[in-house]
C-alpha cells in the first residue's frame, strides 16, 4: 500500500525537482550574473536618481528627512545634507562594481530604515512625501502613497538582497580585480 502511494506522488516529486533544479540552474548558472549585472545597475540608477534629485537642493532633503519626526534637530540637517552624496557614491560604486557585496549591504540597511521611517510616518498619521526622489515635506493626507513607497523600496530591496547573495557580475571592478 505504502508502495503504491510512493509510486503515485513520484511523478509530482520529479515535477517539483525538475522546477527545482530549473531554478537552481537559473540562480547558480551562468545566468546568475547576468541577472546580478542588470540588478546591479539597475540599483545604480536608482541611487544616482535619488542622489541627483536632492544633491542640487540640500536644504529641501533636510527638510524631507524633518518631516518625518523621528531624529533630533541636531541630526535633521547633517542627515539631509549627507543623504545625497551617499546614494551618489552607493550608485558610483554599483555602476563600477567595486565592492558590490558591501554595497549592497549598505543599500539594504539604508532601505530598510526608509521603509521603517515611511511605515513610521503611516502609522502614526503623518503626512509627508517621502523625499526620496526629491522634494518631500508635509502634503494633504489626500497627496499620501505609502503603500506605493514601500512597495516601490520593497522592491528595491529584493535587488539589494539578490546582489548580497550573488555579488559576482558582468564587467565589474570586481571581477578586474579577481582576475
Given amino acids: 500500500m505504502s508502495g503504491q502511494q510512493g ?21 547558480d548558472g551562468p545566468a546568475a550574473e547576468w ?10 540608477v536608482v541611487w544616482a536618481w535619488a542622489g541627483f534629485a536632492k544633491v542640487s537642493d540640500p536644504a529641501a532633503a533636510a ?7 523621528i531624529l533630533p534637530e541636531s541630526l535633521v540637517k547633517p542627515v539631509g ?6 546614494e551618489l557614491a552607493l550608485a558610483l ?16 540597511v539604508l532601505l530598510l530604515a526608509f521603509i521603517a521611517g515611511i511605515g513610521s510616518a503611516w502609522a ?10 526629491g522634494g518631500g515635506g508635509a502634503v494633504d493626507a489626500s497627496q499620501t502613497e505609502y ?6 523600496d520593497t522592491g528595491f530591496l529584493l535587488l539589494a538582497g539578490w546582489l548580497v547573495f550573488r555579488p559576482r557580475t558582468k564587467f565589474s571592478a570586481d571581477a578586474w580585480l579577481a582576475a
Fill in 35 to 44: 541577472i546580478s549585472t542588470a540588478a546591479r545597475l539597475g540599483l545604480a
Fill in 63 to 69: 527638510q524631507a528627512v524633518r518631516a518625518y519626526e
Fill in 7 to 27: 509510486a503515485e506522488s513520484r511523478p509530482h516529486i520529479a515535477g517539483r525537482s525538475d522546477a527545482g533544479s530549473a531554478l537552481r540552474r537559473v540562480t
Fill in 81 to 86: 545634507y549627507a543623504l545625497p552624496f551617499l
Fill in 147 to 152: 503603500l506605493q513607497e514601500i512597495l516601490r
Fill in 93 to 108: 560604486l554599483l555602476l563600477i562594481g567595486l565592492g558590490v557585496r558591501i554595497v549592497a549591504v549598505v543599500s539594504a
Fill in 124 to 133: 502614526r498619521g503623518i503626512s509627508i512625501d517621502c523625499g526620496c526622489f
